[in-house]
């Protein structure tokens, strides 16, 4: 892999805005982001055939002189907007014309070289990976099982919080269709008995995620001391967790701080040189099946933070359901691929309703849908009435317990995407 043409982006404004890294990556030209304060030195290192100045710094930075002084071409696109067709134009003119690019940058060269990079570095040693359904996880242990099927083991820890059909979905896909080594471990009554009458929303990802944790420890310790750690880093995580302040190569922090209590050597990162549609491109290229690899974002404490105040196993069945007939219905709409992320949440709120002409009192259930580009702002979506009204028809016939539905209409900010 260090063999690939390299392009250097300098966010002069400190702020390691992703969008011209995206641009240069789209036209198959690699490219690694890095900050206002990052060493010349260290831009050296990486031999790059060009470097790129953005942001609107205030006053000349150093580095921006330091750059000139390399030798490869440079250019300063502060002016210019890379998403316009002038903008595309001028870095495309840039990438091929001027620094001689040859375009070595797509994610069949990336899966072949890494499986390769795999096979060598990993040998016949231990590898365990943690499969989360999510398609970063689920990637990493792809490219690692093609570099060396008998070397990984995967372990599953179902929560019992993941929406209805995915744990079933997870274990059908990696041990049956891909002949991987999975231990699915199904600890939901674990997690529900640690979460019973916990209402705080931040006390309740905490005990998630510790639960989780400790789950995983349990079974890495069965399995033994392994050689490889698996981590599904991906690019922004990298440049979010300060790029700019450490350079081009830094530690970041690992998410979910596995890597404390289980016995490893090493930490494997497949994929942290990736942005997140580049992830989903290499698990296309692997063979993954297409819904695992679009799978929409999903929390890490899954269900349990739409199942608002405390979780009950009554409100997370009917969470399932309704979630379920959400999910079937926007699908066959056709929706499913023009919406990021949309999902059901079960309130704590029982409210009056006529059923069988006789009075009820049952819970109330929000529909979500959004559209954002990075989760950091979002916008609802203005989903036609017509589906919208077959969602609430269905769920208040087929789901025991729910009498009214509500859709929500409001954006990130003031709100958040998920409800707690
Ligand atoms: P919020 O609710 O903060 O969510 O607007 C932003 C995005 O992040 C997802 N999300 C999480 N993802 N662990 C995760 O891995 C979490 O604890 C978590 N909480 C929220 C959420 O689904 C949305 O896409």
Redesign the pocket.
């Known amino acids: 892999m260090e063999t690939k043409q390299t392009v250097v982006i300098v966010d002069l404004s400190g702020r390691c805005n992703q969008l011209i890294a995206r641009s240069v990556r789209n036209l198959n030209v690699y490219c690694q982001l890095v900050g206002d304060n990052a060493k010349i030195e260290d831009i050296k290192k990486v031999n790059p055939i060009g470097i790129i100045l953005t942001g609107e710094s205030d006053g000349e930075k150093t580095i921006e002189a330091e750059v000139k002084t390399i030798g490869v071409p440079v250019l300063d696109i502060r002016d210019i907007d890379v998403e316009s067709k002038q903008g595309v134009k001028t870095l495309k003119s840039f990438l091929y014309k001027t620094c001689k690019a040859k375009g070595d940058w797509t994610m069949k060269a990336f899966t072949e070289a890494m499986v390769a990079e795999l096979k060598e570095k990993i040998g016949d040693k231990k590898v365990l990976c943690a499969l989360s359904g999510?398609v970063d996880s689920a990637v990493c242990a792809a490219l690692i099982h093609k570099a060396n099927k008998d070397c990984l083991t995967c372990v599953f820890v179902d929560h019992g919080l993941m929406r209805k059909g995915e744990p079933e979905q997870v274990v059908d896909v990696f041990r049956n269709k891909l002949g991987m080594n999975l231990i699915h471990i199904d600890a939901s009554e674990r997690f529900l008995t640690k979460l019973e009458g916990v209402n705080d929303p931040e006390r309740k990802?905490k005990i998630i995620?510790e639960e989780f944790i400790r789950v995983f420890e349990e079974e890495a310790k069965k399995i033994g001391a392994v050689d490889f750690l698996v981590q599904g880093t991906i690019y922004p995580d990298i440049i979010e967790s300060g790029i700019g302040s450490k350079g081009l190569v830094k530690s970041h922090h690992n998410v979910g701080g596995l890597p404390d209590v289980i016995d490893f050597k090493e930490i494997l990162e497949p994929v942290k040189d990736l942005f997140k549609d580049e992830v989903r491109k290499v698990g296309i290229e692997i063979g993954l099946p297409l819904e695992q690899v679009n799978r929409?974002?999903?929390?890490?404490?899954g269900l349990g933070?739409r199942c608002i105040g405390a979780i009950t196993r009554e409100r997370l069945a009917i969470l399932k359901d309704a979630d379920f007939i959400m999910r079937e219905e926007i699908a066959n709409a056709g929706w499913d691929t023009k919406i990021w992320?949309y999902f059901a949440v079960v309130t704590d709120m029982k409210s009056v309703g006529v059923r069988n002409e006789v009075r009820s009192y049952e819970y109330t259930v929000a529909l979500r849908a959004i559209h954002?580009i990075d989760?950091?702002s979002?916008q609802f979506v203005h989903l036609p009435f017509e589906i919208l009204e077959t969602i609430s028809r269905r769920i208040t016939t087929e789901v025991v317990g729910v009498n009214r539905v509500v859709y929500d209409i409001t954006s990130?900010p003031p709100?958040?995407?998920?409800?707690e």
Not at 296 to 301: D, E, L, R, T
Not at 415 to 419: G, S
Request: proline share 14%; hydrophobic share 40%; charged share 15%.
């Open positions: 999510g990802r995620g929409q974002p999903f929390p890490g404490p933070v992320q954002s989760a950091m979002a990130k709100a958040t995407i998920e409800w």
